[in-house]
């Protein structure tokens, strides 16, 4: 069963949420770990604790928190990425491979874990005058997955906004010495829009990322690990390689005072055939103050896997 994730623009008024979006803060990386999934949240809101520091993005999938020396993100050039784009802003974003970026921290991150979902952290932050950007990150011990709940809040008005989410996959490098991997936009069942992976040619070690959002999106598989969204929206397809997989979604126009909710997920598996995809939807709030204070919520769902 698959169902739609309801991602959406939703007015705001900004006066009500009690947010001051005034100076920055800085917080050191928050790790998150479950029986699968070893990971954090950076300063910079990025996944990873930054640069090549430990952990990256890490997976056991026996489930018994064995971190062996494999780690998605952190080897060679360690590259995470998310960035917005607008007829105002140009192309911004920030990477895990530093500790700064354009878009500044106002909060976070910020430990949430064992409310919503055993782990859980947010972060908030803000590009000049002209739109904030929240990241809820989750995930529950026994999920081989991070849930990843992006909202976009424009404080003046925005038009032709995209995002564009995309990282560059290591699973072969620590053991075999390999910086290739095996890229595949959709498989059997799953749309090629909807999903993009890259898995390890001697581990099978298999990272992805995929999304059910109602907003406008496409994969791609990105040999110069483009940061554009226009890239991954044209579906491009570079084939198997030392490539960057990404999401890119089509936004449109945002008013002043308007958010938009993407919800999409970094899926795993120990091959392409396991890889644990969602298959519920991330609550969406009303209002950007719930997200301020990470009361988003997540959702608990059935693990589902590619046969």
Not at 17 to 34: D, K, N, W, Y
Not at 75 to 86: A, D, K, L, N
Not at 271 to 279: C, G, I, K, S
Request: hydrophobic share 35%; proline share 5%; aromatic share 8%.
């Amino acid at each position: 069963m698959r169902l739609s994730t309801k991602s959406h623009v939703i007015p705001l008024t900004l006066a009500a949420t009690g947010l001051l979006f005034t100076g920055s803060a800085v917080a050191a990386p928050i790790v998150m770990e479950g029986d699968y999934v070893r990971t954090a949240v950076s300063d910079n809101g990025t996944l990873g604790a930054g640069g090549s520091a430990d952990p990256g993005i890490i997976h056991d999938p026996s489930g018994t928190r064995d971190w062996g020396p494999e780690d998605y993100l952190t080897p060679g050039t360690p590259w995470e990425w998310f960035g917005v784009q607008s007829a105002q802003t140009g192309l911004v974003g920030n990477n895990n491979a530093y500790t700064s970026g354009d878009i500044g921290a106002i909060s976070g991150p910020t430990d949430l874990s064992g409310g919503s979902a055993d782990n859980h952290v947010s972060w908030l932050g803000q590009y000049s005058d002209l739109f904030t950007i929240s990241h809820n990150y989750s995930f529950n011990d026994d999920e081989e997955r991070i849930d990843v709940l992006t909202t976009i809040t424009a404080l003046q008005d925005l038009s032709d906004v995209k995002f564009v989410r995309a990282i560059d996959p290591d699973p072969d490098v620590n053991t075999h010495g390999s910086y290739d991997t095996t890229n595949t936009r959709g498989t059997t069942g799953v749309a090629e829009e909807d999903f993009v992976n890259s898995q390890g040619g001697m581990t099978g070690l298999t990272l992805g990322l995929y999304t059910q959002s109602d907003i406008t999106h496409n994969s791609g598989i990105s040999a110069p690990w483009s940061t554009d969204p226009d890239a991954y929206l044209a579906g491009v397809n570079d084939g198997d390689g030392d490539y960057a997989i990404g999401l890119g979604f089509d936004i449109g126009s945002l008013f002043s005072g308007e958010l938009v909710n993407l919800s999409y997920s970094y899926v795993m598996g120990e091959t392409l055939d396991t890889v644990d995809l969602p298959t519920g939807q991330v609550p969406e709030p009303g209002t950007l103050a719930l997200l301020g204070l990470g009361l988003t919520g997540v959702y608990v769902s059935r693990r589902r896997k590619l046969r």
